[in-house]
């Protein structure tokens, strides 16, 4: 089956660094990527990562292991626009598909 | 990034009429669209793909006769809720893809009641 997973919420402080991390388990794999949707908002891109390592933007950070199914998104200098969701998203292989996780609703307090 | 514009962003309709949401690629050629949707607190579920000139590719327990997917161009796709009903009503969200890109752009989203 195809499944991806990541935590339902985090609760993190305000200037502080927060990592989500996101399991997947898909038939291939051509890709992964991360999303942030504010509330009443549609997902807006931030990270697509197809080769292992570490990919850098801004405050932004999207790590990435294939071999063991593996990403993580890491935001650093929390500010409050940052509470939001988080989903993590796995393009298959053959198909036109990407396949979306639950997402991880981030709270950023004061 | 690329730009997709999805309209309308609120629609309020009675019972039993049907209502059209436009999807649009501004500034890319978009093969392949997606509609989905979203009820609160819950994640994207994807409803059906589209790819330009042929008929879409629904997903199980999608009702293909009441969501009715027209993907004309390379830059428009629409999704008409037939007949719709309270329980149609929900935030649906199109995204398009570019042709050999793997990073899907979203529309701003429609929030839909239904009387």
């Not at chain 1, 890709?31 to 197809?50: C, D, R």
């Not at chain 2, 995204?95 to 701003?108: H, I």
Request: aromatic share 12%; hydrophobic share 35%.
């Amino acid at each position: 089956g195809q499944n991806i997973d990541q935590p339902t919420e985090m609760t993190a402080t305000e200037g502080a660094i927060v990592q989500i991390n996101c399991t997947y388990q898909t038939s291939g794999f051509n890709g992964l990527f991360w999303y942030q949707q504010h509330a009443g908002e549609a997902p807006t891109f931030l990270s697509y990562n197809v080769l292992d390592g570490l990919e850098e933007k801004g405050r932004f950070s999207s790590f990435l292991s294939r071999s063991k199914g593996y990403s993580y998104l890491l935001l650093k200098e929390l500010q409050m626009k940052d509470s939001a969701s988080y989903l993590c998203a796995v393009k298959n292989t053959g198909g036109f598909k990407t396949i979306f996780g639950a997402g991880t609703r981030l709270f950023v307090k004061a | 990034g690329a730009v997709v514009s999805q309209h309308p962003s609120w629609v309020i309709c009675k019972s039993g009429t049907s209502v059209k949401i436009e999807c649009r690629s501004l500034d890319f050629q978009a093969t392949t669209m997606f509609w989905y949707r979203q009820f609160p607190k819950q994640s994207l579920m994807l409803m059906a793909t589209s790819n330009e000139g042929s008929k879409a590719t629904y997903e199980q327990g999608v009702e293909k006769d009441k969501f009715l997917i027209n993907h004309a161009s390379l830059t428009l796709s629409t999704l008409t809720v037939t007949s719709a009903h309270p329980e149609d009503s929900s935030f649906y969200i199109c995204s398009a893809r570019e042709q050999g890109q793997g990073v899907q752009y979203f529309g701003a989203g429609t929030r839909l009641s239904v009387l």
